[in-house]
């Protein structure tokens, strides 16, 4: 694999409760707008002011990212973020640029915008006021409550472009969420910011993603979310389940020997490919399916009303492994 190169200006540590044991690696960027390659994602350009992500999650896709600039996809990179300390310029400056044309632009496709970094680097609010001023459409998702601070930029962007979000919320058991996401906020405050934002007209859905087999795939578990889902007016909810690429299963299964270690073998015959099989994966969307039957579904709202913006979300957010099979993910209506 080849390296990439850094544009390193300084690196940084702070003796703050949130930011200990974490360093702070800035960098200069040479280009903010990202094409994705391939065509297996539904978007076509990313925005992604950090590399690395505090949020620590076990089963993160990104991780093996962190080994193309040399540093490993575990420990380093939950605690050595890179921060693009001048992505709000570059982003202006690509999007004045002749040859850009105004495409929908994906953010939190690859590592959290709002992860704790951007309480102390603030690059989004820039970035927004940037997208906004070119009346350049975008999404976000984000396990980050943070994103609340900028909801006065998010109404005034979606004035003049359309603008979407999406939480990741893979589940509100207490002791998972602890053990496999110990970075993020609390789920339940995800869910009262996924209220937050479809009160103030900024459209939100959730992503229950991953949905980790024999952890928390459970009934009960599953309906909380769902349910926690409609009641904050989610404009649509799509389970996905666990993947397990390259690069992220040689940090994930020592991690589950460790938690769980009676599952290994499941995963092990579960996970031969990097996507559990096809039939699970159906399984869990007609399981969810059920449940969002059984609660009445989602009471349409200001917020879902656009119907074209609601499933560009969606679209967004859905499983690679199955967009050829559109019934295995849910819209809420």
């Known amino acids: 694999m080849e390296r990439e190169q850094l544009f390193e200006v300084a690196r940084r540590t702070f003796d703050t409760p949130e930011f200990r044991g974490i360093e702070f690696i800035e960098s200069e960027c040479k280009t903010i707008i990202n094409a994705v390659p391939g065509n297996a994602l539904p978007f076509n350009w990313t ?5 690395g992500c505090s949020h620590a999650c076990t089963y993160c896709f990104a991780r093996p990212t962190h080994t193309y600039l040399e540093m490993n996809a575990g420990q380093d990179f939950q605690s ?3 921060v693009k300390v001048n992505a709000p310029q570059v982003l202006r400056r690509q999007l004045a640029a002749k040859r ?4 929908p632009i994906a953010m939190g496709t690859n590592t959290d915008p709002y992860q704790r970094a951007e309480g102390r680097y603030r690059l989004m609010p820039e970035i927004i006021r940037a997208l906004t001023d070119y ?3 975008f999404s976000i998702l984000t396990k980050g409550t943070l994103i609340l601070r900028d909801v006065g ?9 359309e603008v979407s979000t999406a939480f990741s919320i893979g589940t509100l058991d207490e002791e998972v969420w602890r053990k496999t996401e110990p970075g993020t ?8 910011a996924v209220a937050a934002l479809n009160r103030a007209g900024i459209p939100c859905g959730v992503l229950i993603a991953p949905v980790l087999p024999g952890i928390s795939d459970g009934s009960r578990q599953l309906r909380q979310v769902v349910e926690a889902c409609i009641d904050a007016g989610a404009t649509h909810v799509s389970p996905i389940l666990l993947h397990l690429r390259p690069g992220v299963r040689e940090e994930f299964m020592p991690w589950l020997q460790e938690a769980y270690p009676d599952l290994v073998p499941r995963y092990e015959e579960t996970y031969t490919r ?21 609660l009445g579904g989602v009471k349409p709202s200001e917020a879902s009303s656009n119907e074209r913006f609601r499933r560009k979300t969606f679209e ?15 819209t809420l209506v």
């Not at 930029?153 to 472009?161: H, I, N, P, S």
Request: hydrophobic share 35%; no cysteine; aromatic share 4%.
């Open 47 to 51: 925005i992604n002011p950090y590399r």
């Open 80 to 82: 050595k973020i890179v």
């Open 100 to 103: 850009w044309k105004g495409e």
């Open 135 to 137: 009346r350049n459409p």
């Open 153 to 161: 930029l998010l109404q005034a962007a979606a004035e003049v472009a």
């Open 185 to 192: 906020p609390h789920p339940r405050k995800r869910v009262e």
């Open 274 to 294: 990097a996507y559990a099989p096809n039939a699970d994966r159906k399984a869990l969307g007609a399981r969810v399916s059920g449940i969002v039957r059984a």
């Open 316 to 330: 967004e957010t859905r499983d690679p492994a199955d967009r050829s099979d559109p019934g295995t993910q849910l």
